[in-house]
C-alpha cells in the first residue's frame, strides 16, 4: 500500500521556470491537502480540495495554482517561481465524512528556487 | 477563522523529566483537535487524537474548551521522543490547518 506518493523528491528551478508538482493517494480518500513547511512557521496550507471536484484557498495560495485532476491525484503548479518558494511541499489526503479521522502525509519535496 | 498556536518554537527536556507541548487553538464550531509527529527523516504522522481519549508512547492530551487548550504532555519523557510535534486543527469542510510547531529535543 503506497500510501500518499509525491513526486520529484528534490527540484531546483531558476526564478521565472514553472513546474508542477504531483500528488496521488491510493486509500481512497475525498480530501487532499498541499502544505509549505518553512523553519519557524510550521506548516502552511497552500490549498486543500475537501472532495473531488472541489478546490479552496489555504492560508498562502498567492503564486500557485491547483487541480484535483480526479479522486487520486491533486497537483500544485508554480507558474513562475521566486526565491520566496523556496520550501519543502507536502500533500495530504484523509477521509472526509468521518469525525476525527486522520491525514496521511507524502514524503514532501524539497524545491529549491536560485 | 481557525487559528492554531504552539508558542514554543523549541523544547529542551532532560530524560526522565515531566514534558508538556502547548497548543491554543480558536474556532467558533467544534473542533477535531489532533497532534502530529515528524521525526528525523520521517513523514509527518498522527500522534493522537482528542475524541479517543488515548495515550500513545507516554503521551496524552486534553481538550479544553474553555481555555481553547490541547495540551501535550508526558510525565517521563524519552530520548526517542525527540521530534517536531504539530498540533492540529480540523474544521467543518475538511479545512485542516496546523501550528507553528515544537521542535522537541529530549537529553540523555
Known amino acids: 500500500n503506497a500510501g500518499v506518493t509525491q513526486t520529484p523528491k528534490f527540484q531546483v528551478l531558476k526564478t521565472g521556470q514553472s513546474m508542477t508538482l504531483q500528488c496521488a493517494q491510493d486509500m481512497n480518500h475525498n480530501s487532499m491537502y498541499w502544505y509549505r513547511q518553512d523553519p519557524g512557521m510550521g506548516l502552511r496550507l497552500i490549498y486543500y480540495s475537501a472532495s473531488e471536484g472541489t478546490t479552496d484557498k489555504g492560508e498562502v495560495p498567492n503564486g500557485y495554482n491547483v487541480s484535483r485532476l480526479n479522486k487520486r491525484e491533486f497537483s500544485l503548479r508554480l507558474e513562475s517561481a521566486a526565491p520566496s518558494q523556496t520550501s519543502v511541499y507536502f500533500c495530504?489526503?484523509?477521509?472526509?465524512?468521518?469525525?476525527?479521522?486522520?491525514?496521511?502525509f507524502g514524503q514532501g519535496t524539497r524545491l529549491t528556487v536560485v | 477563522a481557525q487559528r492554531v498556536t504552539q508558542p514554543e518554537k523549541l523544547l529542551s527536556v532532560f530524560k526522565g523529566a515531566p514534558v508538556e507541548l502547548k497548543c491554543n487553538y480558536s474556532?467558533?464550531?467544534?473542533?477535531?483537535l489532533f497532534w502530529y509527529v515528524q521525526y528525523s527523516r520521517q513523514r509527518l504522522q498522527l500522534l493522537l487524537r482528542h475524541i479517543s481519549r488515548e495515550s500513545i508512547k507516554g503521551f496524552t492530551a486534553d481538550l479544553n474548551k474553555g481555555e481553547t487548550s490541547f495540551h501535550l504532555k508526558k510525565p517521563f519523557a524519552q530520548e526517542e521522543d525527540s521530534a517536531m510535534y504539530y498540533c492540529a486543527l480540523k474544521t467543518s469542510g475538511s479545512r485542516l490547518t496546523f501550528g507553528e510547531g515544537t521542535q522537541l529535543t529530549v537529553n540523555p
Open positions: 495530504a489526503s484523509s477521509y472526509r465524512g468521518l469525525m476525527n479521522t486522520e491525514a496521511f
Open positions: 474556532y467558533s464550531g467544534s473542533p477535531e
